[in-house]
């Protein structure tokens, strides 16, 4: 039988209760939510944490609502309400894409997205979503709040810019207008994580592609963010073969490493052809906004 090794164990009462207690308990305690990424480790002692605190009370951190010019997501929110979420698939299509594709309904009912980005698993597919659609992570600790880019929530693999007495309580999406995305996925079985998934955003103005924002999942030691291809199609007009153009650099610039879910040639390719798949359909949803 696999058991974790001993610790404590306090349910959060508050936001400034849970600061309070990581900066009391210092790098040996966790946060857990859905608890689907940490307990696994904790059974395998790969993860050792000496003290618990449970966050599911806070319901003050789930939420998904238009703030001005931003869509905020609380760090709490389960999938199932990011699947569920009509503004979500009006503005950002690609986290419905994403969460049909995430784990069994299981995982979608407790697992959150504050979970899934804090764990930072180079095949978790919200971190290449986040990062597609320039959303920004609020961090807040002992001295304040803080507000960073993917690029920079993004430190190494399983690490991120939330630090040891930190909580990442919200995320934050721009709203532009032209606006269409899509996240393509290859996996051995329904539910499991990707052998390449990549996400695209793009928004549209006049008939060309204003900005972009492409990211992949599983093809590298943690989530590749493709400025090459983001700055080839800025200021072009979409077409098939600017969509194989930054398929080719999707699959130069991903790093994969061979496994029982393939070789790294075609896990490169994969990369490739789901990127241009992604930015198809992201084209097609912006240009249909717009009409």
Known sequence: MQTP???EYERATSVDGVIAALKKRGSGARVIAGGHSLMPMMKLR?????YLIDINDLTELSYIREEGEEIAIGALT????LLNSELLAEHFPLFRDAE???ADPVVRN?????????QADAAED??????????????RGADGERTVSMEEFHVGPYTTAVGAGDLLIEVRLPLRAGAGSAHEKVERRAGDWAIAAASAAVWMDGGKIAEAGIALSAVGLTTIH???AEQLLKGKAPTDELFVEAGEIASTDCSPSADGRGPVDYKRHLAGVLTGRALRRAVSRALHQEA
Request: proline share 2%; charged share 20%.
């Open 46 to 50: 790969l993860a050792k944490p000496e």
């Open 5 to 7: 090794a001993s610790f």
């Open 110 to 118: 407790r697992g959150t997205i504050g979970g899934s980005l804090c």
């Open 100 to 102: 049909q594709v995430i």
């Open 126 to 139: 919200l971190s290449a979503v986040c990062s597609a659609v320039k959303a920004k992570a609020v961090i």
């Open 226 to 228: 493709l400025s090459r």
């Open 78 to 81: 389960r999938h199932v309400e």
